[in-house]
């Protein structure tokens, strides 16, 4: 433990002035990664700095753009040139509609993240539930659900080792 909280005290200045959303400029960044949480469901689905974000680095293949469990709630956001969805015909997972209802909380989400996913014209596929799962497809790196940090995190570094 000691090694993770000597980590977090070198990262405490970063982590105590975040960059705000509007601000970040994508050519800066190598990859971007929305957490999951419900949260995501209410603000990022609707953000439209986050879709200027992922509209500059989705297409652009040397960016890796990643997500986990509730965290594709904000690809929604994303619209493309055409006036469709960006990640359309793209192959990703996320937190399954069967997962919200085992925690009990499908009754109070505003809407079902895989239905919502399905219905825009992502090819959603999942594994067991609660069991890690991740989808690669090409830059776009996704995780059903919490158990899949790890993986997604592992497919994440590959990727931006890949090419360098």
């Not at 993240?113 to 497809?137: C, H, I, N």
């Amino acid at each position: 433990m000691a090694h993770l909280r000597d980590y977090l005290e070198k990262a405490a200045p970063l982590l105590e002035s975040p960059q705000r959303l509007e601000d970040v400029d994508p050519a800066g960044f190598d990859g971007v990664l929305i957490p999951g949480g419900h949260g995501p469901m209410q603000d990022l689905a609707v953000d439209p700095d986050l879709a200027r974000i992922l509209q500059a680095m989705l297409p652009d293949q040397s960016k890796v753009v990643a997500s986990l469990c509730h965290g594709p709630a904000g690809f929604m956001s994303a619209g493309d040139p055409d006036g469709g969805w960006l990640f359309k015909g793209r192959k990703v997972t996320a937190f399954t509609d069967d997962e919200e209802r085992q925690v009990g909380l499908a009754a109070n989400a505003p809407w079902l993240l895989e239905e919502r996913l399905r219905g825009a014209g992502a090819e959603f596929t999942s594994g067991p539930a609660w069991e890690p799962f991740v989808v690669v497809d090409g830059n776009l790196v996704t995780g059903q659900n919490p158990a899949s940090g790890v993986a997604a995190a592992e497919a994440v570094l590959k990727r931006l080792v890949a090419r360098a």
